[in-house]
């Protein structure tokens, strides 16, 4: 195992996009830890003397500031900062319900697998927007239940996922070497058929969390999302999209900074499953 582990590794590191890629996200991961100490300027600070002016040193400034006089490279970091914990914090609840869910459905089979497959199909004939906004309705606006509600309706595809190399594992010999042992089903679950199918599971993991954040985002820019004083890219782009004319930098700057980690995010995800599907081969 440790073998194709290293070899997996090695075809990664040949990558030249995947490992920019990989430096990009950890850059912005590390500037959104760091940016408190980075700049005198707190994330809810108010300068009246600089409303909505642009880049500048005067005041460390940097990225300019809002219409409320909010330096926007305290506020751009700290929205990267929500953003990636609401794409990782939801993506772990999507990969927990969605193998769980997968791998019973995939192992056992039969009528039990051809209801929650029904279940699958019909929740994914919902739309996922009107769902977590009665999330929002009933229980209020919260950062918790927005982690909860975008993986909970998040993990459809993964299941699907699960359950397609689950039914392929269960007629291994091992599973049935493991069944001749003796061993119960859920022994057999958690012991042989999820760590075989973590490969698959790690890589469209990679792909999630864009997804996930793009999403945050959207429902941000509605105004559904993270809620003021906090802010996420979302709502610096929804906030930024009304000065546009004005101060297009309150716009460009979280804009720019949502696509270059949505982009790399994407060509590390696809470096990921090409070193892993060559490792299969």
């Known amino acids: 195992m440790s073998v194709l582990i290293d070899d997996a590794a090695r075809r990664l590191r040949s990558n030249p996009g995947a490992v920019g890629a990989m430096f990009v996200i950890l850059s912005i991961v590390v500037l959104t830890l760091i940016a408190p100490w980075l700049t005198p300027n707190g994330s809810e600070t108010l300068d009246w003397s600089h409303v909505a002016s642009g880049p500048a040193l005067q005041g460390a400034h940097w990225f300019g500031t809002d219409r409320l006089g909010r330096d926007l490279f305290a506020r751009t970091l ?3 900062r929500v953003s990636l914990a609401v794409g990782l914090v939801a993506s772990a609840v999507s990969l927990v319900v969605g193998i769980g869910y997968g791998a019973v459905a995939g192992y056992i089979g039969g009528r039990t697998d051809h209801v929650m497959m029904r279940i699958i199909e019909i929740l ?3 739309p996922l927007i009107f769902f977590v906004i009665f999330l929002t309705v009933i229980f209020g606006r919260s950062e918790y239940l927005l982690f909860l509600s975008i993986g909970a309706v998040g993990w459809l595809t993964m299941a699907r996922i699960v359950r397609g190399q689950t039914l392929s594992i269960r007629q291994k010999e091992f599973i049935e070497a493991a069944v001749a042992s ?4 859920s022994r057999i679950i958690v012991r042989h ?18 997804q996930i954040i793009m999403f945050e985002s959207f429902l941000s820019f509605l105004g559904l999302g993270i809620q003021e004083p906090h802010a996420s890219l979302g709502t610096l782009i929804a906030e930024g999209a009304g000065e546009m004319e004005a101060a297009p930098w309150i716009l460009l700057v979280p804009g720019a900074l949502l696509a270059v980690l949505l982009l790399s995010l994407n060509i590390f995800g696809d470096g990921l499953r090409d070193a892993l599907d060559a490792k299969e081969r």
């Not at 058929?193 to 864009?210: H, K, Q």
């Open 78 to 80: 700290e929205g990267a």
């Open 193 to 210: 058929v999820i760590p075989n199918v973590i490969g698959p599971v790690i890589v469209y993991a990679t792909l999630t969390v864009p």
């Open 182 to 185: 003796g061993a119960d089903t």
């Open 124 to 126: 994914s004939g919902l």
